[in-house]
C-alpha cells in the first residue's frame, strides 16, 4: 500500500522542537559570517540563502543545541524538520537533515511525505541526497512496502523525486534490491538532466563496490541506452 501523500504535511506541536528551534536559531544566528554567506550561496546557485557556517562549525553549533535534549518521537523530528525547512537560510535545513539521519529508527513508514516534502522543497542535491540515502533509504529497509513508492516516485516528473528512488539504495551494500536498481536505471536511462544522469551512474558504481561482475555485466547488455556520463560514473572505480 502506498503511503505517497500530496500537498503539505501537518505540522504537529512538540514542546522538544520549541526548545531545539529557539536554541537553534540563536546559537546559529549568533555564529553568522556574512563573508562566508555569499560565496556559499553563489556555490549552491542562489538555491537559499547562507548563513556562512562551514561544515565543522556548524557541527560544533549543533551540539551545543542538542546538548541535554530528549530522544525524539517521530512527531518531534516531523516538527524540527518542516520548522527549519520554514527558515531562510540553508544551514537550518542542514541540521534537519543532520538530525533525521540520526533518528532515523524512529521513524515509521508514514514519514515518507514529510521526507517527499522536504525533498520538493528548495530542492537541490545538497539536502536531496542525504535524505534519498540515510532516510528514505532507512524507511525503505525498515518496511519493504515502501518499495512501491519507490516504483512511483521513479516515473515522477519531478527529477529531484525521481533522483531520490535512484539513490534510495546507496547504502545497502549486499542488501541491494538489485532488480529494482538496474529498471530505475533503465527507467530514466534517457533523462534529459545531468543531476539524474549522474544519480544512475553514482548509484551503479555504489554497488559496484557490491557487486563489480553484475554492474559490468547489466552495462555490457545496456549500455547503448545511457548517456556517456552515467556510464564513465558507474564504471569508474571497476572498469568495463
Known sequence: MSVTGVGS????????????????????????????????????????????????????????????????????????ALRCWELPEREYQYFAVDYLRRHARVLSSGFLPVTRHLVLTA?????????????????VTADPKLKADMDAWIADDDLWIARTALLHQLRHKQRTDTERLFAYCVRQSGHPDFFVRKAIGWALREYAKTDPEAVRSFLAREKDRFAPLSVREALKNVGP
Open 123 to 139: 530542492s537541490w542535491w545538497d539536502t536531496v541526497d542525504p535524505l534519498a540515502a540515510h532516510v528514505v533509504g532507512a524507511l
Open 9 to 80: 504535511p501537518s505540522l504537529p506541536g512538540s514542546p522538544l522542537a520549541d526548545i531545539v528551534l529557539r536554541r537553534l536559531t540563536a546559537v546559529y544566528g549568533a555564529a553568522a559570517d556574512p563573508a562566508r554567506a555569499e560565496p556559499m550561496r553563489a556555490y549552491m546557485k542562489d538555491v537559499a540563502p547562507f548563513l556562512g557556517l562551514t561544515a565543522p562549525v556548524r557541527r560544533s553549533l549543533s551540539r551545543t543545541v542538542l546538548e541535554g535534549t530528549a530522544r525524539p518521537d517521530e512527531a518531534d523530528c516531523t516538527a524540527i
